[in-house]
């Protein structure tokens, strides 16, 4: 249980890591402050989450291996990631929050070889210097805090996830001209509405 445990712990952490790393490169290439996080509420970036536990789960094991390999092996990983949480994100919620279709060397949109390179990169960062020294702090927690701050971590994202989904619906029943039908709607539409989730979803919001 506790490497369950321990999965969940790299996935907040990477998705927290993840979310600063975006907010700090649309700052310095765009000018601007969007909100990258997956949720409405909290910085969480669940694809570095997600891709934060592949790369450890897949990689981890070739931590003596060359850098060489590791970039290689994190490209492809980090890539076939990306790609599937693009089309998952388009399926379920009908837009992706990103889109590289006028970036060279893409594919669909979904991926392209600038951000294969960035997860080439940052897997070697994870795997080789990273990781183990987060493995390590994570080990100084007594048994019974780290469970207790995991269920707590747990429960909060399923409410944020469950908040962000009706949110979405609202918003696109707002856009349509539907009034809110209860004090839970007004709320949606005053706080976690259209405005809010294109900064979100980096202006992709449909």
Same mark, same amino acid.
């Given at each position: 249980?506790?490497?369950?445990?321990?999965?969940?712990?790299?996935?907040?952490?990477?998705?927290?890591?993840?979310?600063?790393?975006?907010?700090?490169?649309?700052?310095?290439?765009?000018?601007?402050?969007?909100?990258?996080?997956?949720?409405?509420?909290?910085?969480?970036?669940?694809? $570095?989450?997600?891709?934060? @536990?592949?790369?450890? !789960?897949?990689?981890?094991?070739?931590?003596?291996?060359? $850098?060489?390999? *590791?970039?290689?092996?994190?490209?492809?990983?980090?890539?076939?990631?990306? $790609? *599937?949480?693009?089309?998952?994100?388009?399926?379920?919620?009908?837009?992706?929050?990103?889109?590289?279709?006028?970036?060279?060397?893409?594919?669909?949109?979904? !991926?392209?070889?600038?951000?294969?390179?960035?997860?080439?990169?940052?897997?070697?960062?994870?795997?080789?210097?990273?990781?183990?020294?987060?493995?390590?702090? +994570?080990?100084? *927690? /007594?048994?019974?805090?780290?469970?207790? *701050?995991?269920?707590? +971590?747990?429960?909060?994202? @399923?409410?944020?996830?469950?908040?962000?989904?009706? /949110? @979405?619906?609202?918003?696109?029943?707002?856009?349509?001209?539907?009034?809110? /039908?209860?004090?839970?709607?007004?709320?949606?539409?005053?706080?976690?509405? /259209?405005?809010?989730?294109?900064?979100? $979803?980096?202006?992709?919001?449909?």
């Amino acid at each position: 249980m506790k490497k369950l445990y321990k999965l969940f712990y790299i996935f907040i952490i990477t998705s927290v890591c993840g979310y600063l790393i975006e907010l700090v490169w649309t700052l310095a290439t765009k000018g601007v402050l969007i909100n990258h996080s997956a949720v409405v509420i909290g910085p969480f970036n669940f694809a $570095y989450g997600i891709c934060g @536990v592949a790369l450890t !789960v897949l990689l981890y094991k070739f931590k003596d291996e060359s $850098y060489l390999k *590791i970039f290689f092996l994190s490209f492809i990983v980090g890539s076939i990631l990306e $790609y *599937i949480m693009s089309w998952g994100m388009e399926f379920v919620l009908g837009f992706t929050a990103w889109d590289y279709s006028n970036r060279p060397f893409n594919i669909n949109g979904r !991926v392209c070889l600038l951000f294969s390179i960035f997860w080439g990169a940052l897997g070697i960062v994870w795997i080789k210097m990273l990781y183990p020294q987060m493995d390590k702090n +994570l080990n100084k *927690i /007594s048994p019974k805090k780290y469970k207790v *701050i995991a269920i707590f +971590l747990i429960i909060f994202l @399923v409410c944020d996830i469950l908040l962000t989904i009706s /949110s @979405v619906d609202r918003a696109h029943e707002a856009d349509q001209g539907i009034p809110p /039908s209860n004090k839970y709607e007004e709320f949606l539409d005053n706080t976690f509405n /259209s405005t809010y989730l294109k900064n979100m $979803y980096n202006n992709n919001w449909k």
